[in-house]
């Protein structure tokens, strides 16, 4: 595995990140979706070491995808969950932070509907010298690093499986389509996918896709034909409702209408376009369920299975010794 470019304790956000760091990520996922179509699928590289998921927010994929990649590696896992802790009690998070500190984690996985949760308890642990790795599973609006790391893995594999590389996506058009505004998925694929190269497009409501955006380099549309036209990928993000305190477009069928992807709009982008969604989907308004089920399209299935090997990769290379 390629691990001369990882100097990273925490993973918090892809804003920094290089691209010898993305090529690292890609080349170790790789190896390890090798190991995972083995008939023995773990592997000892994390043997004695202790994963903590701290899910503050609900989850189902990505919960599931770390303590499966957690487990594959070997690894003793904690699974918190808020329901039944001692956050009833009127404990602090970063006092649950310090009681799974105290059971021996090395690693620490955290989920939280507020952005910056991650980062700030990565910061208390650095002040404690703890020496525990902090990786951020999705924040507020914030970022979810680990899911555009698995769909940049997703596309970067379509041509060479077994080598993919960043520098595949240099010159490509991505369109990302739908709620970019409370979407962490949309603002950590937007700074992996421009570091690599690629142009990226953002197209949904005003209301949902602010002129700001712009000011982050992609273009951005209020209609989606131009964000569609020629593309070679294209992402449908959920309309996350149960982050919306107003009423950001008219109805789900008038959102479908105006921005739903269909095999006929998506009739513009270029032969062979693939289609992302980072799940859950609402069928029939970000995208029609034909799409969705068709394997010569979606590559949804794909980004669930590779997810896997991705969160692998990462906890491998956050358990290695210090540089």
Known sequence: MVTSAWHRRHILSLQDFTLPEYNTVLQTAASFRQVLSRGTKRVPSLQGQVVTNLFFESSTRTRSSFELAAKRLSADVLNFAPASSSLAKGETILDTAKTYLAMGTNLMVIRHRQAGVPQAIATALDHLGAGVGVLNAGDGAHEHPSQALLDLF?????????????????????????????????????????????????????TLVPALFRNLGPQVHWQLEPALVGADFVMALRLQQERMDANLFPSLREYHLNFGLTRERLGVCRPGVRLLHPGPANRGVEVSSDLLDDPQTSLMSQQVTNGVAVRMALLYLMGLPPS
């Open 154 to 206: 997703t596309i970067c594999s379509l041509t060479d499986p077994e080598g993919p590389t960043a520098e595949f996506l240099r010159g490509k058009k991505v369109a990302i389509v739908g709620d970019i505004l409370h979407s962490r998925v949309a603002r950590s694929n937007l700074w992996s996918l421009t570091a690599c190269g690629a142009e990226v497009h953002l197209a949904g409501p005003p």
